[in-house]
């Protein structure tokens, strides 16, 4: 893997992988990062990059939906394998808008599938744990459960799956697929529930919980996703879905007041006030999964994987980068607003 395509890599997990391939990792060759730079996606998240790794890094602005740009991508590049991040990925956004969902995570997909076959060495592609639908009270998603997405968004990516393994089968294009858990930490976009709830407790706005809060999530710190993603492409087998969870199943309420807890902890304020009284019941969204949790075995057993992070550990870090990042913050915020 000389030239790796990085699709998406200025949104939240991409710009991740990008910081720790070449500043962390054991690859030496060169990343191509094509984002068409939509809402959740911030040059700032790479700053330093260019500069640091000039020779390593090109950043080009393009739509992975645009067949002619991407070609003329591959070809320049010489393109021989492909990381792919790029999808549009929030859940209430896929159900106000389904179009953008389907176009970028379906027909994006069978784009960048058809300009690979034939070229690259591997396609490596990320999904999500919510194409298996909901859990009920027990039980893990395993990489051989049947698909069951609810919403929009999980069932463009459910499809997008299917097309990946469909040209493993029928062109023999070598594939990879990591279907992970809820990531979160540094670089994510403020509409998500972590930084949401982190930046509405510092400006003492009400902290919305959706339904009753009891819905369960798998949590994933970024960077041990990132670690995960560069092992399964060195390692994995091709052909084959690894799934990438935390071990850290948890309810969103208790999630939300772990963080206002460590919140008061690091900047008490609120005239005296607990960032929990900041807490606030909205109505459930419609078809809201009441339950995933992941398991990770495969990729223990098989590649040695584990988390390095846990949830106390991440989250800390987490609080203190959107702390020390106001700006940032501030800029992602007006830029889209």
């Known amino acids: 893997m000389k030239n790796i395509l990085v ?84 859940v209430d956004r896929s159900i106000a808008k389904p179009d953008a969902f389907i176009k970028t995570n379906i027909l994006g997909t069978f784009n960048l599938l058809e300009l690979s076959k034939n070229r690259v060495g591997l396609f490596h592609h990320i999904s999500t744990d919510e194409v298996y639908g909901s859990l009920g009270e027990d039980g893990l998603f395993t990489e051989d459960m049947p698909y069951r997405p609810n919403s929009p968004y999980s069932a463009s990516k459910a499809s997008s799956d299917h097309l990946v393994r469909a040209y493993n089968k029928t062109y023999l294009l070598p594939v990879t697929i990591s279907n992970c858990s809820n990531n979160y930490g540094q670089y994510q976009f403020p509409e998500k529930l972590i930084p949401l709830i982190i930046l509405n407790s510092l400006e003492g706005k009400p902290l919305p919980v959706y339904g009753d809060g009891r819905n369960i999530r798998d949590w994933l710190y970024v ?115």
């Open 223 to 337: 960077e041990d996703h990132c670690k995960a993603v560069w092992l399964i492409m060195k390692n994995g087998t091709r052909g084959e879905t690894y799934n990438v969870g935390g071990n850290c199943e948890m309810r969103n309420i208790d999630i939300v007041g772990m963080v206002c807890d460590i919140m008061d902890e690091i900047t008490p304020c609120h005239n005296g006030k607990s960032s929990r009284e900041l807490i606030t019941f909205v109505k459930d969204r419609p078809g809201h999964d009441l339950r995933y949790a992941i398991d990770s075995g495969k990729l223990q057993r098989e590649l040695g994987w584990h988390p390095d992070e846990s949830f106390e550990s991440g989250i800390r870090k987490t609080i203190k980068w959107y702390i020390d990042n106001k700006g940032w913050v501030d800029r992602v915020k007006n830029v889209h607003h």
């Open 7 to 90: 699709t998406g890599g200025c949104g939240f997990i991409g710009s991740n992988f990008i910081h720790y391939l070449l500043a962390e990792s054991d690859f030496t060759g060169r990343i191509i990062n094509v984002d068409k730079l939509t809402y959740a996606g911030n040059l700032e998240n790479l700053t330093g990059i260019a500069e640091r790794f000039s020779k390593r890094y090109d950043f080009i602005k393009a739509d992975i939906c645009d067949r002619k740009a991407m070609s003329e991508i591959f070809n320049n590049y010489k393109i021989d394998a492909v990381c792919h991040f790029a999808a549009e990925s929030h």
